[in-house]
């Protein structure tokens, strides 16, 4: 079945540095991925979506200039977290559309758990 | 802006009993609507996909129906066990803002006493 890889699953890194997550679809295209963040007993927040080949588009609220977002091709979209500090702690999921054979559906990354120290 | 509500936010129930967990949205213009189950710590498991031409879909003891028109879905779980003890989400997928895009609600907390 469909499967995205979300890589790396953890991540501590120190105050002010960049860390870089991955989610790759890998054996279907997504021209659409999602990417979200979720706090500690929350739900799900979107952060943005990731259309291939253009821009994200951002939720309200999320800085588009922190959160760098590419999606280069159609299996790979990346989330960048620029310049780090601990509050943006969190669980990062991504998720990929798949619309093979006119089906639509959503397959989701295991997230990423961030610590910034 | 499509918003997504489920109620109740926390359920426990002893173990054997069937159980419903209530999802609606505001926008019914949906592509499709997927339950989901976290468990603590873990990513999502996808539990059932409706696609917004469909009813419903069953899985096991899991039964999921969609009424567009009302913007409401039910996910029915029969015969409750303690493993299914977690939280369950349901999103929806839409077209808002000239792109696709995905609302999850905020979750139902699900606790099987056995």
Known sequence: GAVVSQHPSRV???SGTSVKIECRSLDFQATTMFWYRQFPKKSLMLMATS?????????????????????ASLTLSTLTVTSAHPEDSSFYICSARDRTGGVDSLHFGNGTRLTVT | KQEVTQIPAALSVPEGENLVLNCSFTDSAIYNLQWFRQ???????SLLLIQSSQREQ?????????DKSSGR?????????PGDSATYLCAVLYSGAGSYQLTFGKGTKLSVIP
């Open chain 1, 12 to 14: 501590i890194c120190k």
């Open chain 1, 51 to 71: 259309n291939e080949g253009s821009k994200a588009t951002y939720e309200q609220g999320v800085e588009k200039d922190k959160f760098l977002i590419n999606h």
């Open chain 2, 39 to 45: 468990d603590p710590g873990k990513g999502l498991t």
């Open chain 2, 58 to 66: 069953t899985s096991g003891r899991l039964n999921a129906s969609l």
């Open chain 2, 73 to 81: 879905s039910t996910l029915y779980i029969a015969a409750s066990q």
